[in-house]
């Protein structure tokens, strides 16, 4: 097919060897980019039994057909492997300029594996690989390596790990174009585990498309979809900070560690008021018109707020605000630009931070860190990036710390991994994709239920009637179908963002036609479906390798409390509604629907989504 290199560098740091790995032209048919084409690799070169932070788990870094094309919501990448926090097979996704210069640089991603017995870089310019030596970078923070590595490649863009990587932070993550995260499973700790510091891309070669005419028609056409979006042009204006306020108002804010749903401060933290204190400008992704990314200067305690490190979006205004009932958005803006310095993710950070309030609050810890504090939160995150005090406990994740505070609890983490900042109290469909997801606390998979309330909806996929965000009725289903959806938009690597999957906006009819233009590949919408189906079922198969079960499907104690302040009428349903055994219930029918045993999907069922070659991968016992 068109639109792709057809091979990933290989790259192995024990060795130094470097070579070529060719991709079977039946993957790119079957699972089409970057998330479906790296599990694939995974599956193929892990044997299941591999430690996370060991030599033997290999990271992969991905694209898929869309990158490299200046295509609006293509300018993001995969970074995949085995995650210290999940400890299974892992994915996250990061935007900015990274990912363009990889789509083009020969390859459609790299694969890296071992441990270096020193620190080292990795370079790809135009299509040449090296490995270079990274002691004098050891030690930097990720704009300190950014800088230094642009000075020495001209051109080129960088991914990197700071202070917190390099001790091996759980919620370590990799950083690029100084503001964008590889976030929520732990990459900067898998990094820094090889004694790799960075990974360092210049492209410039151009990739063959299968129709040019027909690709500039849909991309231009894609282009103008999103410019007439008004949900995305007040996306642009005021960031996704514009969510503090909506959901403040639907009672699903979280706050004060998930305890409830509204925050008395939350127009002190919000968008629209950081585009009336400190925001500066507004930056974007690659060839993106949307430029919701925020550029912000302040100071908070004497220490400044650069530009180049970003502003905060919604979750980390949510994680270190609300949730930590912190109403300073000076003192946020500082913690986010410290945890991009320190290559931290945000999100995991400040769900720790208010688990850590919530239990010197209840006297389970004895720390200077009460409610609200803010001079204590930019503390705590100093203390995590160079594992000083609680910080080091905090470095192993939060079930360990869980677990030395007895406070299990209080922690609000699924399969190891913090939940983000949205809460499924009140979002059935939403609670289902919690549960079950095979990749632990995240929220760009699946459907948000309040979209699901009002027409139009998505006819193509036979979503035609408006749902109560309450109500379990036909959640199953739709967990199903969002999550496959989802799953597809992963696979071409699209920014959730700028692909409305409910609504007006509904754009998939206008992406499937960008990758018939590029690819030469028709895909219907059941064979968006299928397609995202199957890169799904492959982090299913991940799973179950590494030990997992149907009985590993659940929330933590938090979410299944009633929400205080839930609109009237809602905490009962809820309470009936958002229990365990009737989750349960619905996970079961959620199970059945996608042909999965406790194990995973059946050897039938891999039959009859395309994927035979793998029946046998699940050792059931």
């Not at 068109?2 to 560098?9: A, S």
């Not at 033997?56 to 609006?72: A, E, K, M, S, Y």
């Not at 629209?272 to 974007?284: Q, Y």
């Amino acid at each position: 097919m068109f639109g792709y290199w057809r091979k990933y560098l290989d790259i192995d740091l024990t060795t130094g060897s470097i070579s070529d790995y060719e991709i079977p032209e039946s993957w790119l048919t079957k699972h089409l980019g970057g998330r479906g084409i790296a599990a694939r690799i995974l599956l193929r070169e892990l044997s299941g039994r591999e430690d996370a932070l060991s030599p033997g788990n290999i990271i992969v870094f991905g694209t898929g057909p869309l990158q490299g094309l200046n295509i609006p919501g293509a300018g993001r990448h995969l970074v995949m492997a085995i995650s210290p926090k999940t400890r299974t097979v892992n994915g996250s996704y990061a935007g900015g300029f990274f990912a363009h210069e990889l789509g083009t640089s020969g390859y459609d991603g790299i694969i890296v594996r071992g441990k270096a017995s020193t620190p080292k870089y990795i370079s790809l310019i135009a299509g040449e690989a090296s490995i270079h030596p990274a002691d004098e970078l050891w030690g930097k923070d990720t704009g300190e390596t950014e800088d230094t590595l642009k000075a020495w490649h001209k051109g080129a863009r960088v991914s990197s790990i700071g202070p917190a990587g390099e001790r091996l932070v759980q919620c370590s993550c990799i950083i690029n174009d100084y503001n964008r995260a590889a976030g929520r499973p732990g990459w900067g700790a898998v990094m820094g585990s090889k004694n790799l510091k960075a990974v360092v891309v210049k492209g410039g070669l151009e990739k063959q498309v299968a129709d040019r005419e027909a690709f500039l028609k849909s991309r231009s056409n894609f282009a103008r979809n999103l410019a007439d979006n008004q949900g995305l042009q007040a996306a642009g204006e005021y960031g996704t900070g514009l969510g503090m306020l909506i959901f403040n108002e639907w009672h699903l804010l979280p706050t004060a560690n998930f305890t409830r749903g509204t925050f008395e401060g939350v127009e002190k933290i919000s968008g629209e008021e950081m585009c009336k204190s400190i925001l500066v400008g507004r930056d974007t992704c690659t060839a993106c018109p949307v430029r919701c990314k925020r550029v912000v200067r302040t100071t908070f305690e004497g220490e400044e707020v650069l530009e180049k490190f970003g502003g905060p979006e919604y979750e980390t205004l949510a994680a270190f605000g609300s949730n930590c009932l912190n109403d300073n958005l000076d003192a946020i803006a500082l913690a986010n630009q410290k945890c991009n310095r320190y290559g931290i993710d945000t999100i995991s950070a400040g769900n720790i931070i208010a688990f850590l309030m919530e239990c010197v609050e209840k006297g389970k810890v004895d720390l200077d860190l009460k409610w609200g504090s803010a001079k204590g939160i930019i503390e705590i995150i100093d203390k995590i990036a160079f594992r000083q005090g609680v910080g080091d406990l905090i470095a192993e994740g939060i079930d360990y710390l869980a677990k030395e505070l007895g406070a299990e609890d209080c922690a609000v983490a699924i399969k190891g991994q913090e939940v983000p900042m949205h809460d499924p109290r009140g979002k059935m469909a939403f609670a289902i994709d919690y549960a079950t997801t095979p990749r632990g606390g995240q929220h760009m998979e699946g459907v948000h239920d309040y979209f699901l309330e009002s027409e139009p909806l998505t006819p193509e996929l036979g979503v035609v009637e408006p749902m109560d965000r309450f109500s379990w009725k036909d959640k199953a289903r739709i967990a199903k179908i969002y999550g496959d959806l989802r799953s597809f938009t992963n696979s071409l690597i699209m920014c959730a963002f700028t692909n409305a999957s409910i609504g007006p906006n509904y754009n998939y009819p206008l992406i499937r036609a960008l990758v018939r233009g590029v690819t030469g590949l028709r895909v219907d919408p059941d064979e968006m479906l299928r397609i995202g189906e199957r890169n799904y079922i492959l982090l299913k198969l991940h799973a179950a390798r590494y030990g997992y079960t149907r009985k590993d499907d659940y929330l933590p104690p938090r979410l299944l409390e009633s929400s205080p302040d839930l609109p009237e009428g809602a905490n009962a349903v809820t309470e009936k509604g958002l229990s365990e055994q009737r989750l349960q219930e619905k996970i079961d029918e959620f199970y059945e629907l996608r042909g999965f045993d406790r194990y995973g999907p059946t050897d039938q069922k891999l039959e009859d989504i395309g994927l035979h070659e793998l029946k046998g991968t699940i050792q059931r016992l």
